[in-house]
Each structure stands twice: as structure tokens, then as C-alpha cells.
């Protein structure tokens, strides 16, 4: 099957609504490739906005994160109806890091993808093995479990269109260590053939890490990488720009076609 190939960049508790607007308008003055589907995930107090600013553009907009609930008793959260309301794109589910700071469980990542799914919402979930899961040899087999447990009991169709980030602990943010070619190689194929096992060829596999312009370009011509997640090198619009440039000229050569 032939999937889309996605880059986008979270940006987790950074920008402001002004900041937002200021790197969407940049962006906007970027010539971006027809073959590539970008978004930005901007904070939740910036997502209106964004939406708003990005309508004109192909930059797609999604959440950080939402609530399996759709309403109720819970201070501080989003639901999956706030963020339709908006139009957001998709929902980032299960990064590391609210893993590790929220509290989040593979319980809850599954009860948020089917309340994601259930809205409408396009998933991108995020699974990461740690450096003792790494130094161990288990990065494969602990990503595939932490994305058999978000993707349980659901369907082909219902995962069609879905995102699954592979995103090393090790790897990501300040103290992050590329991962190598090689390492991602290993654990996308592993990751692949358990979705085509459960007939989720569907859902794309994205990589993210540490990505810059330098490394973006043979981790984007990996068989079995569809997309790439970047945090610090796409925050700002040139960024993001570059990264998406280097990806897609490794990955389907120069003579692709501009928006
Ligand atoms: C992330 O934390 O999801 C991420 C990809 O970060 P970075 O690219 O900054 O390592």
C-alpha cells in the first residue's frame, strides 16, 4: 500500500498565540512540497489560532494531547469535542514525556486513541523504548508491545490514516543521542510487520528524535519510515523548511512537484 509521507514538529509548552501566527506566516512564505503532509503541533491556547492562520496553507494543526472523557469532572483537560470544534487535524497521544511527567499509562494512551478515533481524529501516537530497554537489545520488542496495547481491539478501518511516532526516550530533547540509521531501520521493521500482521498497513510510521537537516535525509529514505517527528530543529519556520526539503529529496529525488 501506498502511504503519505508526514513531517511535523511538536512543540510542546513553547509559543505563544502571537509567536504561532509569527512562524505560521513564515511558513507560509516557504515553498512547500505537494508530496509531503506537514503540520505543527502547537500548545493548546494557540491551536484556534493556528487553525485559523494555517486555513489557506497545506499545513495541517494538531493537539499535544486530549482526555478520553468527553466532558466531566476534570480540571485541566481537553476533550476530543473541544478539539473538533476547532478543526484540529489530528491528536498527539503517548509522548514520552507525559508518559513520564502525566502520569500516562499504555491504559490510558489506548482509552485516548479510541475516544480519538470514536471523534473523528486522526491519532499519532507516540511509543519509545528507554536506554535499559536500548542497552538490553528490547527497543523492538518494547515499542511494538507499548503499540499493541494502543491500538487494542481496534479495526483496519478504524486505524486507516493513523500515526504511530516511534520516538527513542534516549533520543529526544536536550540530552537526546541520535539514534542510527541502522537502529531505526530495526525497530521500524519491526513495528511494520506487526501492524501488516494485524492488516493496520494503514497506519504510517513516523521516526523522531534528535532529527535535524544533517540526519533527516537517510532516516527519510528508510523503507519502512513514513514521516519524520521533530522537536528542537523545526522550531522555527526555516526549520521545519529545511528539514522537509533534505527528507523529501532523499526520499523521492529532486524532481518532485511545488506548491
Ligand atoms: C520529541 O520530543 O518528540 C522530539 C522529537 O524532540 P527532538 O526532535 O527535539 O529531539
Given at each position: ?135 538490553a ?59 501488516d ?14 532529527v ?21 530543529a523545526?522550531?522555527?519556520p ?15 529525488g ?6
Open positions: 500500500m501506498t502511504r503519505d509521507f508526514w513531517i511535523g514538529t511538536g512543540w510542546k509548552m513553547n509559543k505563544t498565540i502571537a509567536e504561532t501566527l509569527d512562524y505560521l506566516a513564515r511558513l507560509a512564505t516557504v515553498d512547500l512540497p505537494n508530496d509531503v503532509r506537514v503540520f505543527v503541533v502547537p500548545p493548546f491556547t494557540a491551536l484556534a489560532a493556528a487553525k485559523r492562520a494555517a486555513a489557506a496553507t497545506p499545513v495541517l494543526v494538531g493537539a499535544q494531547n486530549m482526555h478520553w472523557e468527553e466532558a466531566g469532572a476534570r480540571t485541566g483537560e481537553i476533550s476530543a469535542r473541544m478539539l473538533t470544534e476547532i478543526g484540529v487535524d489530528l491528536v498527539e497521544i503517548g509522548h514520552s514525556e507525559r508518559r513520564a511527567d502525566c502520569g500516562e499509562t499504555d491504559a490510558t494512551v489506548a482509552a485516548k486513541v479510541r475516544a480519538a478515533i470514536a471523534a473523528g481524529l486522526r491519532p499519532l501516537v507516540c511509543v519509545g523504548d528507554d536506554r535499559a530497554e536500548l542497552e537489545g528490547a527497543s523492538a520488542e518494547a515499542v511494538v508491545r507499548q503499540a499493541k496495547l494502543a491500538f487494542a481491539g481496534l479495526t483496519p478501518a478504524e486505524l486507516d490514516g493513523g500515526l504511530l511516532a516511534y520516538e527513542p526516550i534516549w533520543a529526544i530533547g536536550e540530552n537526546g543521542r541520535p539514534a542510527t540509521t541502522d537502529h531505526v531501520a530495526e525497530v521500524h521493521s519491526a513495528l511494520r510487520r506487526m501492524l500482521a494485524r492488516g493496520l498497513d494503514g497506519v504510517a510510521l513516523l521516526y523522531g528524535g534528535s535535524d537537516a544533517d540526519n533527516a535525509g537517510p532516516l527519510a529514505a528508510l523503507d519502512d519510515v513514513d514521516g519524520l517527528f521533530v522537536g528542537r523545526a522550531w522555527t526555516e526549520g521545519l523548511a529545511a528539514v522537509v526539503h533534505v527528507a523529501r529529496s532523499w526520499r523521492f529532486d524532481a518532485g512537484a511545488h506548491l
